[in-house]
T-cell receptor, first 117, second 107 residues
Framework: GAVVSQHPSWVICKSGTSVKIECRSL??????MFWYRQFPKQSLMLMAT?????????EQGVEKDKFLINHASLTLSTLTVTSAHPEDSSFYIC?????????????FGEGSRLTVL | LAKTTQPISMDSYEGQEVNITCSHN???????ITWYQQFPSQGPRFIIQ???TKVTNEVASLFIPADRKSSTLSLPRVSLSDTAVYYC????????FGKGTKLSVKP
């Protein structure tokens, strides 16, 4: 299947700093990628849809100025958590869709665990 | 988007067949049903997708009755490594995950 890779897989930062997470589609072009966050023992929560060459679409309640998304190429989307605080500590997962128009199958990255001290 | 309902958790033993059912009463005509598996600290992994009747791959089978208001993921002869959370998603490109079913396989 299609491969989506994230980097870094884990990061620890101090409160107030910014952290960038990269999401790459390795063997296909992804015009659209999706960012999720997942707290312990909870399900995935969709944060935003990243569109190549245009602004991201954020889900209700997600601060766009806090979570900056850039999708500059067909294989790379980045999520920057700005001025991170301990409550931003979470597991961040990206995904991309590959396949025919009726499948909607999602391929996920390995996830990036952010710990804010 | 069709809302899905799954059991919160299930227990099984190695070698048994496990069936996880997902209810999706308001599924739309064009909606597909997709199942994902997630291990701790990993991104979800696609398992199987179907529209109607039965779909089988090397990992699982998916049974969908004629009214399509539910679906059943069948895992044959589970092993300890099948312990994971299983999510059912309904809809073309549906991005919203429900709470999933936590499957625990015991020796």
């Amino acid at each position: 299947g299609a491969v989506v890779s994230q980097h870094p897989s884990w990061v620890i930062c101090k409160s107030g700093t910014s952290v960038k997470i990269e999401c790459r589609s390795l063997d296909f072009q992804a015009t659209t990628m999706f960012w999720y966050r997942q707290f312990p023992k909870q399900s995935l929560m969709l944060m935003a849809t990243s569109n190549e060459g245009s602004k991201a679409t954020y889900e209700q309640g997600v601060e766009k100025d806090k979570f900056l998304i850039n999708h500059a190429s067909l294989t790379l989307s980045t999520l920057t958590v700005t001025s991170a605080h301990p409550e931003d500590s979470s597991f961040y997962i990206c995904s991309a869709s590959f396949g025919g128009p009726n499948t909607g199958e999602l391929f996920f990255g390995e996830g990036s665990r952010l710990t804010v001290l | 988007l069709a809302k899905t309902t799954q059991p919160i958790s299930m227990d099984s033993y190695e070698g048994q067949e496990v069936n996880i059912t997902c209810s999706h009463n308001n599924i739309a005509t064009n909606d597909y049903i997709t199942w994902y598996q997630q291990f701790p600290s990993q991104g979800p992994r696609f398992i199987i997708q179907g529209y109607k009747t039965k779909v089988t791959n090397e990992v699982a089978s998916l049974f969908i009755p004629a009214d399509r208001k539910s679906s059943t993921l069948s895992l044959p002869r589970v092993s300890l490594s099948d312990t994971a959370v299983y999510y059912c998603l309904v809809g073309k490109g549906n991005l919203i995950f429900g709470k999933g079913t936590k499957l625990s396989v015991k020796p």
